[in-house]
């Protein structure tokens, strides 16, 4: 039985095409403390981390919150969106 050989490159590559990001992005319905504790509960940002991400959202329009396999978010993706917030996974 042959083995197939992967380059340390080749196996980077593919872990970097698996990831994908949550992206929040600023509406003007949602306050920032609802934000925060969204972050910290769905997310499990610490509240420092929640905040930085709630200001970058208001301010830049969207931010990254959370980084894993399309499986691992989509049920944060699924909560968020039960909240009415405004997300996408990319």
């Known amino acids: 039985m042959a ?10 590559q593919e872990l970097i095409e ?4 949550l992206i929040l992005f600023n ?3 949602n306050t920032f403390d609802f934000v925060i ?6 997310c499990g940002h610490d509240p420092n981390q929640a905040e930085q991400c709630a ?3 208001h301010f830049n329009g969207k931010c990254a ?4 396999t399309f499986t691992e978010l989509k049920p944060v993706y699924n909560e968020m ?3 009415k917030l ?4 990319k």
């Open 27 to 29: 509406d003007e319905v």
């Open 37 to 42: 504790e969204t972050l910290i509960d769905v």
């Open 86 to 89: 405004t997300v996408s996974i």
């Open 18 to 21: 698996s990831l994908n990001e």
């Open 65 to 68: 919150v959370k980084s894993g």
């Open 55 to 57: 200001m970058v959202v």
């Open 81 to 83: 969106t039960n909240r």
């Open 3 to 12: 083995k197939e050989k992967f380059s340390p490159a080749d196996l980077t």
